[in-house]
């Protein structure tokens, strides 16, 4: 038979669907063992923890990074409703889609929660002095690989959206804010630059559409 | 939160921050 463009198409949709159709439409156990063998959040969390902690706490940064999660849930649905009621949508899905606005939420949580915990009891005197040193902010950013100016832009929002917090854990992270906004920020890879060009950029093409008498 | 200095303007919120309508 003469091949047609149409009959071509047709040709090209069959084969497709011969190589699809005993396809499945979610992931293999083969493909499901390849994601669950990479590194993800928690497992960087955990493994930083004990090194600074000692191998012995692997079990207490695992209970921190659990509450942390579950704060960073109870927050982010917070943060959903009142974002809800100011902007009159339900569907979030442009900033619930930006993988810097997890990490970042969830960076904070973990701050507080490690924040509030301090120092495990158990922990030997050395390993108290490493901790005490290691673990306090920035540690939480810098295992995270997560640039400070995002965890700046979340801090506001995370103080409003969880009434429960103490009145230390909201100076503890006004304090967070200060350093970011002092010096962190101000770190030759940070976000901040890029904003301010932008920032310029805008404000010169306003000047220019401005009348010189304004 | 009444010690707490908040840097948002009024109608802001942490959509506009990330880039969000």
Redesign the interface.
Known sequence: LQQTPVRAAMNTIQQLMMILNSASDEPSDNLVSYFNNCTNLSCVFKQKFAEAVGQGCIEIGSQRYRLGVRLYYRVMES?LK??EK??SIHN?S??LN?N??HVSLLACALEVVMATYGTPRNASLNDRTIMETDLSFPWIINILDLKAFDLY??I??F??AEPN?T?EM??HL?CCEHRIMESLAWQSDSPLFELIKQSKERDGQADQLEPVGN | TQDYHFGLEEGEGISELFDCD
Request: hydrophobic residues 45%; proline residues 0%.
């Open positions: 943060i009142s974002e100011r902007l979030f442009k900033l930006n810097i606005f832009k979340v506001e929002s103080i409003k917090l009145r909201i100076k006004e």
